[in-house]
């Protein structure tokens, strides 16, 4: 697996590049914009340039952006999922112009205001199609686009969908496009939705093979939990001292199908400070590589 984490685009797009390199990220995640706002200004093509020219310097391969967490296509009332659809769309237009291989976002909510009908599979499925639609009119209004939208599966929080491997595989499938359309686990939000890495590491994988498909799993966000299994809460915790632990760690670092995926941190950083990414990263690489007697001990800290 190649990693890296989340760099900070502060001060300028190319920043991000320049953070990434001083952290050993292989690869990067960054916002491309604002994440309170809507709107953004376009990206300035000398702006582009001095990204992929940072980029290019730092060696990063796969940059991927993470959409605004305002974003929800998925939501049942018309103008506020066309709002959403336009700044999704901006956001696509903004990866394709920066050269990023991947827009990962978050399905989506229902939004019904009822509480038990949280989990009402019509309610969800619904939500699942109107994402679906969004994500091809994506497809279909960048028809030259290089990027590839990446389903991020939820913690299933409230209202949010995409919780399940059947949720996740039910909406790629209804996008359809293999090409630019892929799939990023998050370990932290599978955990949290109930999947046991922890004790049933191999179950679980066989479950996401036959719902989602090995085959579309592009990338991982690299989290440990704050929080038990199951509890449906989205918490990230450092690596590796949240409930996954170190030995689900370093079966996922040593697990040969994923050596060709890319992994982004998205762990809580310690005083805003990305030496904690950058221990982490090496942590992870020590693991992935087999120099694990070289690392200090991540435990202690
Ligand atoms: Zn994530
Ligand atoms: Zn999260």
């Given at each position: 697996m190649i990693l890296g984490g989340h760099n900070s685009i502060k001060g300028g797009l190319h920043n991000a590049a320049i953070e990434a390199a001083s952290i050993g990220g292989e690869t990067m995640q960054i916002f491309?914009?604002?994440?309170?706002?809507w709107k953004a200004k376009p990206i300035e093509p000398e702006q582009a340039a001095l990204f992929r020219e940072e980029v290019a310097r730092a060696g990063l391969e796969r940059v991927m952006v993470h959409d605004s967490y305002?974003?929800?296509?998925?939501?049942?009332d018309d103008a506020k999922r066309e709002n959403a659809y336009q700044a999704f769309a901006t956001e696509l237009e903004r990866c394709e112009a920066l050269g990023a291989a991947y827009l990962n976002?978050?399905?989506?909510?229902?939004?019904?205001?009822?509480?038990?009908?949280?989990?009402?599979k019509a309610e969800r499925e619904a939500c699942l199609d109107r994402i679906a639609a969004c994500m091809t009119r994506a497809l279909d209004d960048f028809?030259?686009?290089?990027?590839m939208l990446v389903i991020e599966n939820a913690a299933?929080?409230?209202?949010?969908?995409?919780?399940?491997w059947a949720e996740v595989g039910y909406l790629a499938d209804a996008v359809g496009d293999e090409r630019r359309v892929g799939v990023c686990v998050d370990t932290q939000h599978a955990w949290a939705a109930g999947y046991d890495w922890v004790d049933d590491y191999d179950a679980v994988w066989d479950d996401f093979d036959g719902q989602?498909?090995?085959?579309r799993l592009v990338a991982f966000h690299l989290n440990d939990s704050?929080?038990?299994?199951?509890?449906r809460v989205d918490r990230h915790d450092n690596i590796p001292t949240g409930h996954l632990g170190e030995a689900f760690w370093r079966t996922l670092m040593t697990d040969?199908?994923?050596?060709?995926a890319a992994g982004y941190l998205e762990t809580p950083l310690e005083d805003g400070d990305v030496g904690t990414y950058k221990r982490e990263l090496a942590y992870l690489r020590a693991l992935r590589d087999g120099t694990e007697a070289a690392l200090p001990s991540l435990q202690a800290a």
């Open positions: 491309c914009k604002s994440q309170r706002q305002l974003i929800n296509m998925g939501t049942p976002f978050h399905p989506g909510s229902h939004t019904h205001p009822s509480k038990p009908m949280r989990d009402d028809p030259d686009g290089k990027t299933g929080q409230g209202t949010n969908v995409g919780s399940t989602v498909g090995l085959r704050k929080q038990p299994l199951g509890a040969g199908r994923f050596s060709g």
